[in-house]
C-alpha cells in the first residue's frame, strides 16, 4: 500500500486541498492524521502545512487574503510559483461536485496509514510482551479521523456567533411571516401548518412552494393524497391565476408564466400510509447522489406517514413521525414543511389554538414553528382566511394576520387600490376622479401621519374630500400628533412589532361618533348585550390590557429615545445625495409617529446583504406591493401604480428601537454611508 497519495493524481490532491479551505468539519476531523508528505509535490506540501498551522492557531480555515500574505513570505522564487500555479488549480475545484467523495476516500486513507503505522510499532512491543502498550496504540489509531466538533465552545466563540450566519433560511410568501421568523424556516428545522378537514391545507404548502421556486430554490414536494399531474396543476393555478379546470384553455399564458420561474420543482406521489419517514429519506438522498441538493422539502402531509415501530395508540404513532421529519431535516439540513389536522370543533373556530391540534401534543413540542389556518363558511364565499402563529422558536407567537384590505373586500365593498406619492409613501388621492370613489382608506405609512400639512394641500387643490367617508390606518402612526382634520375612524394596532406593543394581537379602534362607538363595542363582543345584530369575539384579553397599561408608563419615553434616534440617523445622512430619508422633509420630526426609519436607496438588496454581513440586520417594508400579489390584482390599474412598484424595490428599513445605544446607532450610520458610496464607485 502506497504511502503518499501520488496514486490518486493532482486533479484529486487539489480537490483535498479545496476541501481543507471551505469545510471545517473536513479539517476538523482529518487534521491531525493528514501529514504534508503525503502529497506529491513541494507545493501542495506547503500549502497544506500553512493550511494547518493556521487552522491549529486560529480554530479555523485561512482565507484567500491570508493565504495571499504567506506566499509573499516565501524567500524560494521556484517555490513561491509554484505555490500560486498549485492555488489556482485547488481555486478551481472549489465548486467540484465530487468534493464528498474525494474527502471519504482521503479520510479512508489516512486512517489506514495510521493503523498501518501503528501495527509497525507494535511490532516491538510484541516481542517485549507489552500488551497493554499494543492495546493502547491500537485503539489511539482506530481513533484517528473521527470529528473534533465537541460542539459550540460558548465563551470562546462570540466571533464565530457575530460573524457567521446562525441560520440559513428560506423565506415564505409572507413578508410579516418572515420577519417574525427572523427569515423564514432555516435548515434542520420543522415547520408545521394546521388546519381541519378542506380547509387549504395543502394549497398552503404549494403556495410556500411556489415562493420557494420564485427565488430560484430547488423545492421537493411529497403528496400522500393527491397524484403528481393534480399537485402540479395546482402550481400551475397559483403561477397563472386561472383555476385547474381551465388550464387547458390557457397552455400558453401558464407557459409564459413558468419560463419566468428560476427554481426547479419535483413531485413525488407515495399511497397513504404506504410511506415513512425512512422512505422519504432514501428517496431525498436518491436525489442527492443525482446531483441536486433540495433546499426545501413539503410532505403533504405528516400524519398520513407510515409510523415505524410497535405503537399501541395512533396518537404515540403520529408523535414518533414527527420526531422521525424533525430528525430527516437535520440530516440533511434542510428546512420541511408539512401539515397537520385539526380537531373537527376547529371548523367554527376564528382563531385555531394549539388545544385543537388532532390527536398528539407532541407535535406542537417537536416542531420549530406552527401556524394555524382557520376558514369558516363566510371565508370560503370571501376566499378570505386567518394565520395563526401557535409556535415560534425564533420570535414572537400567538399572533393572527388578515390581511388590511380583506376588511373591504370581505364586506362587499368595490375596491381600488391607489398608488402613493413617490416623497411620502401616502396615498395619492389625485390620480383618481371623485366619482370614482365614495370612501377613502389611507395608510400612515412608517409613522408618517396621514393629515399633515402636506397631505391636506395636495388634495384640496382637487377638491377631493368633500363628501368622502375617511377611514384612517393609523397602525403605524397613531402616536403622531392629532391634526384637526379627523377621519370617520382611525384603526391603531398593538401588534408585537409596534411601538406600544402586545404579546398576542390586539388593536383599537377610535372614532367621533356615539352611534358608531356603541356598534363597535356591541360588534367586538358577540352582540352583547342587546343582542340587536351580530358580532364576533374580539375582545382583548384582561392579561394582555394589563401588561399594556404597564407599558403605557414608558411609552413617552420610548418615543423620545426614537426621536433622538430619527434625529441622529437625518443628521448623519442629510450631507448624502444617494441616501434619501422619508423622515427628513418634515418640519418637525416630533409629530411623526416614529415606527420604521426607512431610507431610498439604489442598490438596495446588495447594500441590505452588505449590512448584514456587518452584523447589522435591516428589513423591507415592504418587499411586494398590493397590487402585485395575485389576490389583489383585480383591484387596481396597474398602469398608475408605478411609485409603489418603484419604491417597493428601493426602501430599507434600519435598525430603530430605544434600546439602540449610541455606538450601535454611529456603526449603523458609518456602513450604511460606506456601503452606498462603495456601490457608486463600482
Known sequence: MSETLTQFGTSFQAKIIASLLTDIKFIQTISDILNPSMFDSDSNKWLVQTIKDYYYEYKKQPTLEVIKYKIDEVEDDILKAGVVDKLRDVWKNIEATDLEFVQSETLDFCKNQTLKSAILESVNLLENKNYEGIKTIIDEAMKAGTTKDLGHNYIESLELRLTESARDTVRTPWDVVNEIMDGGLGTGELGVIVAPAGIGKSWTLQALGAGALRNNKFVVHYTLELNENYVGLRYDS????????????????????????????????????????????????????????????????????MPTGNFK???????????????????????????????RSALEEEVIGADKVAE????????????????????????????????????????????????????????????????????????????????????????????DDWFLRRQEGHNKLAGKIIIEDAAQHWLAADYSQRPVMKAVSFDPTKNLPNYGSGGAIACWDEYADNWFRMYRDNGKPHKTAYGTNSRMSEVDAAQMLVKLKYIDEWQERRLEIAEYYCHRFKEQPNIRVFMAKMRNRAMHGLQKFVIEIDHRDTIKDLLYQDGIECKVHYEKPLHEMDPYEVYSDLNMINNASMLSRRVLSLPFYPELTGSEMKYIADRVIRHVEDQIVD
Not at 425512512?278 to 443525482?290: R, V
Not at 408523535?319 to 389536522?341: F, H, M
Open 360 to 451: 398528539d401534543y407532541s407535535k406542537i413540542m417537536t416542531a420549530d414553528f406552527v401556524m394555524s389556518m382557520s376558514r369558516k363558511v363566510e371565508d370560503k364565499i370571501a376566499n378570505t382566511g386567518r394565520f395563526h402563529v401557535i409556535k415560534n422558536r425564533f420570535g414572537i407567537d400567538g399572533i393572527t394576520y388578515p390581511a388590511t384590505i380583506n376588511a373591504f373586500v370581505t364586506t362587499g365593498w368595490d375596491v381600488i387600490i391607489g398608488d402613493v406619492d413617490a416623497s411620502t409613501g401616502i396615498l395619492d388621492v389625485s390620480k383618481h376622479h371623485p366619482k370614482d370613489f365614495d370612501a377613502i382608506c389611507v395608510v400612515g405609512l412608517y409613522g408618517h401621519p396621514v393629515f
Open 313 to 343: 395508540e395512533k396518537r404515540h404513532a403520529i408523535g414518533n413521525i414527527y420526531e422521525d421529519l424533525r430528525g430527516l431535516a437535520g440530516e440533511l439540513e434542510v428546512p420541511i414543511w408539512t401539515a397537520s389536522q385539526a380537531n
Open 238 to 305: 397559483i403561477f397563472s391565476g386561472v383555476t385547474t379546470s381551465n388550464i387547458k384553455y390557457h397552455k400558453d399564458d401558464v407557459e409564459n408564466k413558468l419560463k419566468k420561474i428560476t427554481g426547479n420543482l419535483l413531485i413525488k406521489y407515495f399511497p397513504t400510509k404506504a410511506a415513512s419517514v425512512q422512505t422519504l429519506g432514501a428517496h431525498l438522498k436518491q436525489i442527492e447522489l443525482s446531483g441536486m441538493k433540495p433546499d426545501i422539502v413539503l410532505v403533504d402531509y405528516a400524519d398520513i406517514l
